[in-house]
């Protein structure tokens, strides 16, 4: 599946930016989705996940209560959206998924094995 990462932008500190994620195959129910970011000099690290059916949900802990993960399988799209941003969030930000038949969340980057292009998202003081 190809995944398109769409949405970032400069977003003043406070501001909410959504993200979303698109996915070209039909069958985006059989996909688990995360979603990761990366800043310059740091590893990527995991933001959000949602499983196939968006039944589950998991955050890291840096963006629970700020972030919420959603799908729309009919649309094959997951989004992400970002409230009360902090400089610290600024990064690209990255949708992964991978196909599964469980209801089960991924938040370890090894468990993907689709990956979009990446959206920055900048976020000034």
């Known amino acids: 599946v190809q995944l398109q990462a769409s949405g970032g932008g400069l977003v003043q500190a406070g501001g909410p930016v959504r993200l979303s994620c698109a996915a070209s195959?039909?069958?985006?129910?059989?996909?688990?989705v995360g979603w990761f970011r990366q800043s310059p000099g740091k590893e990527r690290e995991f933001v959000a996940a949602i499983s196939r059916v968006g039944r589950r949900t998991y955050y890291a802990e840096s963006v629970r209560g700020r972030f919420t993960v959603s799908r729309d399988n009919a649309k094959n799209t997951v989004d992400l959206q970002m409230n009360n941003l902090k400089p610290e969030d600024t990064a690209v930000y990255y949708c992964?998924?991978?196909?599964?038949?469980?209801?089960?969340?991924?938040?370890?980057?090894?468990?993907?094995?689709?990956w979009g292009q990446g959206t920055l998202v900048t976020v000034s003081s």
């Open positions: 992964a998924a991978r196909p599964t038949v469980t209801g089960v969340v991924y938040e370890h980057a090894n468990d993907y094995n689709n």
């Open positions: 195959t039909g069958a985006f129910s059989n996909y688990a």
